[in-house]
């Protein structure tokens, strides 16, 4: 058989892109009766929670003094999950994004596959969507490129969970994308082996960002950014960073991106150097690993049938067709050394719409994660991981819903999505 333009029988149901929000949408789907097939271009389930490195979960918690669970379902049983392995343990943020749940990436990426596997999802990985077959405002195919060539996979709704809007966008769906200078910076994770953290906890966020400014001023370094954190992992000596900050960056130019990966590693070398010679605790630790993909924060945010908004976030504003609730709040790595941060007011949590997942012209198609309806400001926010997996798990919901029904998206009765979404342990 040609390598070229292979048919694949139909599914009900097809996952493009394997982050938190691509893999609580494959397992929802198919946990509520559907064939399913995900699409991976990387090696593993997880996307930013474990290619890129980051290892901490927010948004399960709202902030502040008196933290409250507002994040059930599946995200809260992958986190049960973790527990059950010894792979987690929850801290507090010191910047008050609430509890974070820190975790074992190489555990989670096992919990994520065995889920999955264990559900009947059929996986892809090493395979990026490509091409997007239409007809009337409706998607008919994806072409999937790989080892195997290229292959075009028919399902009756898509999911489009790449983080980017890629398929969204190929489909005709208006989006929003800043300029690079606009969007979020990206960040180069790595984790340091060796540490004595006792000793490299004495040094406070606050004396790290002078050493910092130190630093620079002694002209012997170049860092970019000087609020950068670092904290313990489960695993003794070894700590992981949020450090590297790489800007003006829009990573859906393969050539840019490209380049960030190679800036966020260059970068990497000069805060291992700065840590080992200038911050207590260090002296004798080593790098180990540079997270496998760049972190990318803000690409497409796909315009659907209702944009949230900032104000929606701080006002902490409440929708009848809520899917998920967020307290997190907005944090805005922005061009230059800072972060900006604003608070979810009133009772600390607003809700996500159904409607925000919902990209405006085509018809067979929801998007989950960090491509969601929102402005650069709410998606600053609603960004958070817990709150990407919960959107996954209602569009997976939702799509099952629609299959059963075959219904378009947009005739979905919300009401019994939201029902469903409850009875399997949703919070709303
Ligand atoms: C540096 C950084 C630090 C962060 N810190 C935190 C934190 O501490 N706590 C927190 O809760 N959140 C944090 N976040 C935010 C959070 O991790 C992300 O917003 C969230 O995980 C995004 O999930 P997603 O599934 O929408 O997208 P992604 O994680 O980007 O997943 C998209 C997936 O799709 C795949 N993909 C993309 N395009 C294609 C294609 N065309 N074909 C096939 N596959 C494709 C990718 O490989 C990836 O696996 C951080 C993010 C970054 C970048």
Not at 52 to 63: A, E, I, K, Q
Not at 98 to 111: F, N, S
Not at 173 to 185: C, M, R, V, W
């Amino acid at each position: 058989m040609s390598h070229l333009n292979r048919k694949v029988s139909n599914v009900d149901v097809l996952v493009l892109g394997g982050g938190a929000a691509g893999f609580a949408a494959a397992l929802a789907a198919r946990r509520n009766g559907c064939s399913v097939t995900l699409i991976e271009s990387q090696n593993c389930i997880g996307g930013s929670r474990t290619a890129t490195g980051v290892d901490t979960f927010y948004g399960f918690y709202t902030p502040g003094d008196s933290p409250r669970r507002i994040v059930g379902g599946i995200p809260w049983e992958v986190a049960n999950r973790l527990v059950e392995v010894n792979g987690c343990f929850e801290r507090p943020n010191t910047y008050g994004a609430g509890t974070g749940i820190t975790y074992d990436v190489e555990k989670l990426k096992v919990i994520y596959e065995s889920m999955l596997i264990e559900a009947g999802v059929t996986l892809l990985y090493h395979t990026y969507a490509s091409v997007v077959e239409m007809e009337d405002g409706t998607i008919k195919g994806v072409a999937i490129a790989n080892k195997g060539g290229l292959t075009t996979i028919y399902a009756k709704y898509y999911i489009d969970a790449t983080g980017d809007g890629d398929i969204a966008a190929r489909a005709g769906a208006p989006f929003e994308l800043g300029s690079p200078e606009e969007l979020q910076s990206l960040t180069t994770i790595f984790f340091m082996a060796n540490v004595d953290v006792d000793k490299a906890k004495m040094t406070s966020h606050k004396a790290l960002a002078k050493l910092m400014k130190e630093a620079n001023q002694s002209g012997q370094y170049n860092l970019p950014r000087e609020d950068g954190s670092w904290h313990a992992t489960p695993n003794p000596g070894v700590i992981q960073t949020n450090m590297v900050r790489v800007t003006g960056v829009d990573a859906t130019d393969p050539f840019a991106l490209t380049m960030a990966e190679i800036e966020g590693r260059k970068q990497t070398q000069e805060y291992v150097r700065f840590l080992n010679n200038c911050v207590p605790g260090y002296e004798n630790a080593f790098l180990v690993s540079t997270s496998q993909h760049i972190g990318v924060r803000e690409t497409r945010r796909i315009r659907g049938a209702y944009t949230l908004t900032e104000e929606d976030v701080v006002q902490g504003a409440k929708f009848d067709d809520a899917i998920a609730c967020c307290g997190a709040p907005v944090e805005d790595h922005y061009a230059g050394s800072g972060t900006r941060w604003a608070y979810v007011q009133g009772d600390g949590v607003y809700h996500i719409p159904f409607r925000s997942l919902v990209p405006q012209k085509v018809s067979n198609l929801l998007v989950a994660g960090r491509c969601l309806s929102a402005t650069h400001g709410a998606q600053a926010s609603a960004r958070n991981s817990a709150q990407c997996m919960a959107m996954g798990q209602a569009v997976g919901t939702a799509s099952a819903l629609a299959c059963k029904t075959n219904s378009n998206i947009s005739e979905l009765d919300i009401f019994q999505l939201k029902n469903l979404l409850l009875e399997q342990g949703v919070i709303l």
